[in-house]
């Protein structure tokens, strides 16, 4: 395809999202939070998973159907969840397995990096991150994007020779 | 035409439709108890981070030659941009040339397309898998994939511009926006490889126009380098004397000068800036711990080496005792994996199956990949266990 096509798909484009563009307000990627538009949304997609799964005939389980994850319980969630999670979910944290002096590396980069950690919280939070996160924890188990043109039928796709 | 203005501030962002996911979860998903999030555009990809988006292709989709756009993998350190739009986006070249200009939409349209098949691989690709185990993106094998990239050369835009001869390095800067005070995301290529004929403007991934994810509506393709050096939502290219001085050249993307000990600190002094690829390969069937009928089986992969060729690749079904040579597919491109089979017999039992790349550089990989404290340019021989039955 030529560059001027691509420049003509542009505008096709632009013309698609005017159509639809509403839907889903800022994208993600680039919603901070606090955002009401998407707390909204939020809100709106989990009475969604209230109501349309309990008649689901799939019986799915539901509960990691979340788009971003919470931080575990603990006297430190809360100021974990406002210090970390201004910038990235939840996930980001959920995945790693490190030992103390790593945490503490981690937390004094992301301190420089903006984060804003009370001194009297920082070692309290590098425990909680530590104790939940350790080496010696499984492995988090992440969901996947859905598919919306699967490749077959059983889910498994050719392989070429 | 406030329209145009806003054209893609709806596109391509992820959104939550649950209603819809529990017919297909039943039966297209590998995993359908772990949930799965409505990515526009990003399919049956496993989700790092939701923001900022992180998506990793399953290796079972290491089964095409050309990785499908929906199964190609991303990975953003940033926000990516809230707005772009295209009267407004401007291209500037600077620095240390003789006639800095900027370039629209249409300008770029003008230059000549050139194309390069390439795989780009995140330096972080398989982090989850060095012990001890390190901080990051936790990425298992498959921050990788391969498209057919087309777009102007940089070193026509460059000559363009008439880089002065103090110009050594070429600077990339993009529209994704910093949180907090993140540095942001700049790096920087050594001229030679930036005035490389395979060193592109992509504005195409596969024929089709970069999505929003890949970057559009221009990124940086610096083939055969870490994904990290192809820039998406390019809007600054600056000549400068010496290599970019910013966190994401130092200390990120560094790579020990000789490998340590496994958990060890080491000496930025003791370090050099990544570059191109190692030798690498990943099986893409059979699954790992899975069971397979016993009969006649293959086993299915792809293997790359950055700038150099693959030349071989081996498999052993017995845990590394013995290797046998795998048949590698015919389509190939200097950047480019190579997809490659091996046939065996499988009868009942227990097997655990490796394999092994060898490029044209001599280099093979190890039986345990180089530790470093970032957990990059995971490389070690691949390895699944399987049960026949």
Redesign the interface.
């Given at each position: 395809?030529?560059?001027?096509k691509?420049?003509s798909?542009?505008?096709l484009?632009?013309?698609n999202?005017?159509r639809?563009?509403?839907?889903?307000?800022?994208?993600?990627?680039?919603?901070r939070p606090g955002a009401a538009r998407l707390s909204a949304?939020?809100f709106t997609?989990m009475a969604?998973?209230a109501v349309?799964?309990p008649f689901?005939?799939?019986g799915?389980?539901?509960?990691?159907?979340?788009?971003?994850e919470d931080l575990p319980s603990g006297s430190m969630q809360a100021k974990a969840t406002t210090s970390c999670l201004?910038?990235?979910?939840a996930?980001?944290i959920l995945?790693?397995?490190?030992?103390k002096a790593?945490w503490a590396?981690?937390v004094d980069k992301m301190i420089?990096?903006?984060?804003v950690v009370d001194a009297n919280d920082h070692d309290a939070l590098i425990d909680y991150l530590s104790t939940n996160f350790s080496?010696d924890q499984p492995?988090?188990?992440?969901?996947?994007?859905?598919?919306?043109?699967?490749l077959g039928?059983?889910?498994?796709?050719?392989?070429?020779? | 035409m406030n329209s145009r203005r806003n054209f893609l501030r709806q596109m391509s962002g992820a959104a939550l439709t649950v209603g819809a996911a529990p017919s297909l979860l039943s039966w297209a998903l590998p995993n359908p108890q772990s949930g799965a999030i409505d990515v526009p555009g990003e399919d049956g990809l496993i989700v790092r981070s939701f923001r900022f988006v992180d998506l990793e292709t399953p290796v079972e989709y290491f089964n095409t030659w050309l990785t499908p756009i929906p199964h190609f993998f991303v990975r953003n350190h940033m926000h990516e941009p809230s707005e772009l739009n295209a009267s407004d986006w401007r291209l500037t070249i600077g620095g240390e040339v003789e006639k800095p200009f900027s370039l629209t939409l249409s300008d770029l349209s003008k230059l000549e397309t050139h194309s390069v098949v390439n795989t780009l691989e995140c330096a972080g690709n398989g982090r989850s898998l060095h012990r001890p185990q390190v901080p990051g993106v936790q990425w298992g094998k498959g921050a990788v994939g391969t498209a057919r990239f087309s777009g102007p050369r940089l070193r026509d835009v460059l000559q363009r511009a008439a880089v002065k001869p103090n110009g050594k390095h070429v600077m990339f800067r993009g529209l994704d926006e910093v949180p907090g005070k993140v540095p942001p995301f700049i790096r920087s290529i050594p001229i030679e490889k930036a005035i490389d004929a395979d060193t592109l403007i992509a504005t195409q991934m596969n024929g089709a126009p970069l999505t929003k994810h890949h970057g559009l509506p221009a990124r940086a393709l610096v083939p055969g380098w870490i994904g990290a050096a192809s820039c998406k939502w390019l809007t600054e290219i600056k000549v400068l004397e010496s290599e970019f001085a910013g966190n994401f050249m130092n200390p990120g993307y560094r790579f020990p000068n000789q490998p340590g000990k496994p958990g060890e600190a080491v000496k930025p002094e003791d370090t050099h800036a990544l570059t191109a690829l190692n030798v690498k390969s990943a099986i893409s069937a059979p699954l790992d711990g899975t069971k397979v009928k016993s009969g006649r089986a293959a086993v299915h992969g792809a293997a790359w080496a950055g700038e150099a060729d693959v030349v071989k690749v081996e498999v052993s079904i017995d845990g590394g005792t013995s290797w046998n040579p795998a048949s590698l597919g015919h389509d190939k491109a200097h950047y480019a994996w190579r997809l490659w089979t091996y046939d065996w017999k499988a009868k009942t039992g227990d097997y655990t199956i490796l394999s092994r790349a060898t490029d044209s550089q001599g280099r093979s990989q190890p039986s345990t990949a180089v530790w470093n404290p970032s957990g990059y340019l995971y490389n070690a021989i691949d390895r699944v266990t399987i049960h026949v039955v």
């Open positions: 395809m030529s560059f001027k691509f420049a798909d542009f505008a484009r632009e013309s999202v005017d639809n563009g509403s839907m889903w307000g800022q994208p993600p990627s680039a919603v949304m939020l997609a969604a998973v349309i799964l689901s005939a799939f799915q389980k539901p509960a990691s159907v979340k788009t971003t201004e910038c990235h979910e996930r980001i995945q790693q397995r490190l030992s790593t590396k981690e420089k990096w903006g984060a080496p492995a988090y188990d992440p969901p996947r994007t859905s598919i919306e043109k699967p039928r059983n889910g498994e796709a050719k392989h070429a020779k | -």
